[in-house]
């Protein structure tokens, strides 16, 4: 089993990576096709949304380990 020192180490890089390819949705240099419809708008809420979830998951394992010590 992962620590939670692994877990945000973890977290963080793949918040890197999922950021990127954020970016790239929002430029217009990435796009995901369903069929032959353009999802992209849809892509980039849900990345925003599921990378601020996280973070605040994170955050309360943080805070709740911060307590118990």
Do not use: C, N, P
Not at 29 to 58: N, P
Request: hydrophobic residues 40%.
């Amino acid at each position: 089993m992962e620590t939670q020192a692994e877990i945000v180490t973890r977290w963080r890089y793949l918040r890197a990576l999922l950021i990127e390819q954020l970016a790239k949705f929002e430029s217009g240099d990435l796009k995901i096709h369903a069929g032959a419809e353009d999802v992209s708008d849809g892509a980039i809420e849900r990345l925003k949304r599921e990378i601020e979830d996280f973070d605040g998951l994170i955050g309360v394992s943080e805070r709740r380990d911060a307590q118990r010590t």
